[in-house]
């Protein structure tokens, strides 16, 4: 049943909501879900090739809705993104994050963690300020978190973006570039920024053992990482095959089905290191 709002719109009607009214509604509802704590962060870990170690874990957000069920960012994050929502969402993510690192930490896991931002986060050197004063506060080392901005976020407001991250490069925050490939990161840009990982997109990474191109293109992005001095790493690993053929290529660490689906970090916990049995 909707309700109507001052101007006579459906600001709620869960099961008919209009396309145009959806994206109002979901960012009221997304709004509360934040004050609500509806949202919740699962982690896929990035094994390191060479030893097939979790050595970081990447945060990414679901909306546990009352009514939908689990949601994946594809359904709330867009909106997000078109308001100061984002801002809010990405603290959330980030106070959530290092709280959950400083259990597993006390747990006995070492692994480091990523967490995703977005371009409008990058749209202010404000932001560089507030992950310090969030890092300060959860008393986590900079050293210990590791931000993944897209390539998209970096074209947004160029000269603003690559500010906010080589500040927060500065303070010791591990940075890498995400979907790398599918954006477009100038090699100019490359060369001013300080990054320490490359994330090559799993649009080149799903057909690479059917397809010549998308080996090319990974094996250059590996060269093109490590001649820089960047870690490379291959996310959408879905068959050992896959697995088998970025070893072989020098890709240092890789994310995927193949290993495990993002879950909340004590499964990931017990899953990862695998010496659960009886
Ligand atoms: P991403 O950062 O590129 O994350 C990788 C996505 O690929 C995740 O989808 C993950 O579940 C999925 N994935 C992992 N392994 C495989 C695989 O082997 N095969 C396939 N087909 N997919 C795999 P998810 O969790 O739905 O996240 C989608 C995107 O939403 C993320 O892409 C990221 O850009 C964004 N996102 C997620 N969490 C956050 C967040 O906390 N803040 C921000 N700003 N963005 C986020
Ligand atoms: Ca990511
Ligand atoms: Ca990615
Ligand atoms: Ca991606």
Known sequence: QGKHGPTGVVVYEPTTARPAAHGLVLQRELHDALERDELVLHYQPKIDLATGRT???????????????LLPPAEFLPVAERSELIDA???????RALADYAAWTAAGHDWTVAV???ARNLASLDFADLVAQILDESGVRPERLQIEVTETALTFDTEIAEGVVNALAAQGISIAIDDFGVGYTSLSQLRTLTV???????EFVLGLTDNEHDRAIVRSVIDLGHNLGCRVTAEGVETQQIADWLVAAGCDLAQGYLWLRPAPWPEVASLATGREEP
Do not use: F, M
């Open 55 to 69: 050595g970081c874990v990447e945060a990414l957000v679901r909306w546990q809705h009352p009514v939908r069920g």
């Open 89 to 95: 969402l990405t603290s959330w993510v980030l106070r």
């Open 116 to 118: 995703n931002v977005s």
């Open 196 to 202: 320490a990982e490359l994330k090559i997109d799993r």
